[in-house]
């Protein structure tokens, strides 16, 4: 496909799309040098769930750093989508190496567009200057950052020298960030604690740069979730499987079960309480504030909601 801007993505669909359902847009990023063919294994793990439409854009030197309009392109696609498919306002970013780098600086630039990211292995994180500021705004936006334990390489100064017409000294941060990933991971995740962020942030132990992609998977996952739905993978889980009873007796004419079913379903996302959420993000390494577990309550119930009349139509 190609984007308003002129640039190449691949598009990926479900077997078949539902005119009545409305669908996520799940964006991964590739890696340096990379292209839009790179790990697109990935976006059927999302595409499987069957509420959603990946994309893949190929991105051009500097979009590390959203330089030369880059975060532009993918609102562009956003768009372009929204009008050809039933989509939701916001899309789930995520990547790896310079895709994480991107991911995650999109979702802090452009809060207002992404309910959840996942960065794994950046070379480099937000920390002032050219590698853009953390952005209250994005406070509340579920983001899983991780990195190897053995990841030593360095790649700040080489990410720098993309910056375009601007002089590095003036815009570096206060302190040289000559770190390699995973320090500069360290530093970056202090950060977001600092400052209350929602967010998780894991190590694979003994890995170095390459983490196995069904790591990664598995890793994004949780944000996903956690911004479409409000729910971690287990308790989502349990939900998908009393949805998939429900229409099985819908399928078999089992009216009052139907009926039970949903009543169920309404009373489980109506008895969470914020301490209930609470105790279950903390139990998963989840950084968690007020306005956030607010919104986890907010968010399933209007998903609830929603999947409840899908099913009644």
């Known amino acids: 496909m190609k984007c308003p801007m002129g640039r190449d993505y691949d598009l990926y669909l479900p077997e078949k799309i539902d005119p009545d359902r409305t669908y996520w847009l799940v964006c991964y990023v590739h890696g340096a040098h990379g292209t839009a ?4 294994k990935s976006l059927q793990h999302f595409v499987d769930h069957g509420d959603c439409i990946g994309v893949a854009p190929s991105f051009a030197r500097g979009f590390q750093l959203l330089k030369n309009g880059m975060d532009q392109q993918l609102i562009g696609i956003l768009h372009q989508l929204s009008s050809k498919y039933k989509l939701h306002a916001k899309l789930f970013v995520y990547g790896h190496s310079a895709g994480g780098q991107f991911s995650h600086r999109f979702m802090l630039r452009h809060p207002d567009l992404v309910i959840g990211c996942e960065a794994c292995s950046s070379g480099t994180w937000t920390a002032g200057g050219v590698y853009q500021s953390l952005t209250p705004a994005a406070k509340e936006v579920p983001m899983a950052i991780a990195c190897g334990s ?71 996952l949780e944000p996903f979730l956690l911004g479409t739905s409000r729910m971690l993978p287990q308790e989502r889980a349990n939900y998908d499987a009393a949805i998939a009873t ?7 004419g089992k009216t009052d079960l139907v009926t039970s079913g949903l009543q169920q379903l309404r009373h489980d996302v109506d008895s969470r309480s914020k301490e209930t959420v609470r105790a279950a993000l903390l139990a998963q390494d989840w950084h968690v504030n007020e306005a956030a577990l607010d919104q986890c309550l907010r968010a399933a119930e209007e998903f609830v909601d929603e999947e409840i009349n899908f099913i009644q139509k």
């Open 37 to 40: 063919q790179d790990d697109i």
């Open 246 to 252: 429900i229409k099985k007796n819908k399928a078999d």
């Open 150 to 220: 053995e990841d030593s390489g360095k790649i700040g100064a080489v990410i720098e020298r993309l910056t375009v017409n601007c002089s590095v000294a003036a815009h570096t941060p206060k302190e040289n960030p000559d770190w390699n990933r995973m320090e500069w991971f360290k530093k970056f995740t202090q950060q977001l604690e600092q400052r209350n962020f929602f967010f998780k942030a894991h190590i694979f132990p003994d890995d170095v740069h390459n983490v196995p992609m069904k790591e990664q998977e598995s890793l994004a």
